[in-house]
């Protein structure tokens, strides 16, 4: 795990990352742990602050307020490249993806540029999920394929790894999206930079602890994406 750091975005998360950072630290001792926290109320951000000072594996970005996933995830990868990782994980903190499965990626990305932890290349491994969520989900992916013409079973998933050279042929600064079209926009724009896109399978575990930040607003903006980033694709404007 050496020259790798996982971004971690917060809102309102003290009670998750309190038990994750521990949890990272033990498992992979080489492995830098960046939270980028958007001022949460709860004391996210000042907590990890707290232990930045204390452990030079921890790092914190302090947002002004609630500016959403994408450009978290966007402030997080420029930090990394800054820095000179040379490997970006990303993941949720709410434990809905399993700290165990990153040196699984890590292992992967040997012969490729972006791992995709992925929830239905091998079925469908969601648990504790509601019926109507797991379907939106699983027909979201579907709709994503046939629009973009992108064989990636999970497009909108979340816990992925970046080799660095793929970030860096990404404009990070336009990157807008949030949430789901995040996802498939990060995805496309590394395939269609040519790069090696790779998916293994993961267990998606539904948090237990902490509050969703799914909205209908996420859903429509994914909706829409896709058919964005055909068309910038076919005008050669991506």
């Given at each position: 795990?050496?020259n790798?750091i996982?971004?971690?975005?917060?809102?309102?998360?003290?009670?998750?990352i309190?038990?994750l950072i521990?949890i990272l630290?033990d498992l992979?001792p080489?492995?830098?742990i960046?939270?980028v926290d958007?001022?949460?109320?709860?004391?996210?951000g000042?907590y990890?602050k707290?232990l930045s000072?204390?452990?030079e594996?921890?790092?914190?970005?302090?947002r002004?307020?609630k500016?959403?996933l994408?450009?978290a995830?966007?402030d997080?990868f420029k930090y990394?490249?800054?820095?000179?990782?040379?490997?970006a994980?990303?993941?949720d903190?709410?434990f809905s993806?399993?700290?165990?499965?990153?040196?699984?990626?890590?292992?992967?990305i040997?012969?490729y540029?972006l791992?995709?932890g992925?929830?239905?290349?091998?079925g469908?491994n969601v648990v504790?999920?509601p019926?109507?969520?797991?379907?939106?989900?699983?027909?979201?992916?579907?709709?994503?394929?046939?629009?973009?013409?992108?064989k990636?079973?999970?497009?909108t998933?979340?816990?992925?790894?970046?080799?660095?050279?793929?970030?860096?042929?990404?404009?990070?600064s336009?990157i807008k999206?949030?949430?789901y079209?995040?996802?498939?926009?990060?995805?496309?724009?590394?395939?269609?930079?040519?790069?090696?896109l790779?998916?293994?399978?993961?267990?998606?575990?539904?948090?237990?602890?902490?509050?969703s930040?799914m909205?209908k607003k996420?859903?429509?903006?994914?909706?829409w994406?896709?058919?964005?980033l055909?068309?910038?694709?076919?005008?050669?404007?991506l």
């Amino acid at each position: 795990m050496k020259n790798s750091i996982v971004v971690i975005p917060t809102y309102n998360e003290l009670a998750n990352i309190k038990k994750l950072i521990p949890i990272l630290n033990d498992l992979y001792p080489e492995l830098h742990i960046l939270v980028v926290d958007d001022n949460s109320p709860d004391g996210t951000g000042n907590y990890v602050k707290e232990l930045s000072e204390k452990d030079e594996r921890v790092h914190v970005l302090q947002r002004n307020g609630k500016m959403g996933l994408g450009t978290a995830y966007a402030d997080g990868f420029k930090y990394m490249l800054q820095k000179g990782y040379e490997f970006a994980f990303q993941m949720d903190a709410d434990f809905s993806h399993d700290p165990k499965d990153l040196i699984r990626m890590h292992n992967a990305i040997a012969d490729y540029d972006l791992i995709i932890g992925s929830r239905y290349v091998d079925g469908v491994n969601v648990v504790n999920w509601p019926m109507r969520r797991l379907l939106l989900s699983y027909f979201a992916n579907k709709y994503s394929r046939i629009v973009t013409g992108m064989k990636v079973c999970d497009g909108t998933g979340g816990f992925k790894c970046f080799r660095r050279r793929v970030l860096e042929s990404i404009d990070l600064s336009k990157i807008k999206s949030n949430g789901y079209a995040f996802q498939i926009e990060m995805n496309f724009k590394a395939w269609k930079n040519g790069w090696k896109l790779k998916e293994i399978p993961i267990i998606f575990i539904d948090r237990v602890e902490g509050t969703s930040k799914m909205s209908k607003k996420i859903v429509y903006e994914a909706v829409w994406m896709v058919w964005k980033l055909r068309l910038r694709s076919i005008i050669g404007k991506l």
